[in-house]
């Protein structure tokens, strides 16, 4: 049975069902929210909303990515920053987490090797010889890709690589016992030579130059 209902203009009593009232002749219109689109509308609008509240929480994950960098850029200059507040001279033992490690001498040459086997610089180059020594003193042996690195640091920080053919006629004066395709065992002391070329005019007499030892992390060897 149809509900009856007051029309909305004339308030005469009708059925719900009646598409005209017969008292007056007015429309007899369904409310809005018994209409189909109404509630397609409201489906929308509550995806709508939805979608608006993830972007806006994936918001504050973003930016604070982005702020990272930041942080680490500082932490790389303030790692950078402490491992040079430490210079050790030449003959001081640096104690690495795996090796000590020790700057033996630096000197400044115009020519290495030996009578038959030698190597001189370019024009306007010198050749700044290095003598190192270090100790595996970890439990367990260092391949010598694991072993510590050397280069010549100028006053700017610019690095220097070895030359490794100057360095290898240099090898045949001092005859070292690295490793070169052995491990190092724990307990080995090993010695080494590298030799650097570098602009005499630059080097002048070596002032602010630095060799920089690279194990656990960088240290610092003044040659002056």
């Given at each position: ?178 490793k070169v395709f052995s491990d190092l065992n724990p307990g080995i002391k090993v010695s080494d030579n590298k030799v650097f070329e ?27």
């Open positions: 049975m149809a509900k009856m209902i007051n029309c909305k203009t004339c308030q005469a009593e009708i059925t719900s069902t009646a598409k005209i009232c017969p008292n007056c002749g007015a429309k007899n219109k369904k409310p809005v929210f018994k209409k189909w689109w109404f509630w397609v509308i409201i489906v929308i609008a509550i995806g709508a909303i939805g979608l608006n509240m993830r972007g806006g929480e994936s918001t504050t994950p973003i930016s604070s990515t982005a702020n990272m960098p930041t942080t680490s850029t500082e932490s790389k200059e303030t790692s950078s920053t402490e491992s040079k507040s430490t210079t050790f001279s030449i003959g001081d033992l640096i104690t690495a987490k795996d090796f000590e490690i020790t700057v033996d001498d630096v000197g400044f040459t115009n020519k290495v090797g030996g009578q038959y086997l030698s190597s001189t610089p370019a024009e306007g180059g010198i050749y700044v010889t290095l003598d190192v020594s270090y100790k595996n003193i970890s439990n367990e042996p260092k391949s010598s890709f694991r072993t510590p690195s050397f280069n010549l640091v100028d006053p700017n920080g610019v690095k220097y690589s070895t030359d490794i053919s100057a360095s290898s006629y240099y090898a045949t004066e001092k005859d070292p016992n690295r570098v602009s005499e005019d630059l080097f002048g007499d070596g002032e602010g130059w630095q060799i920089s030892v690279s194990a656990d992390k960088d240290y610092y060897v003044s040659i002056k």
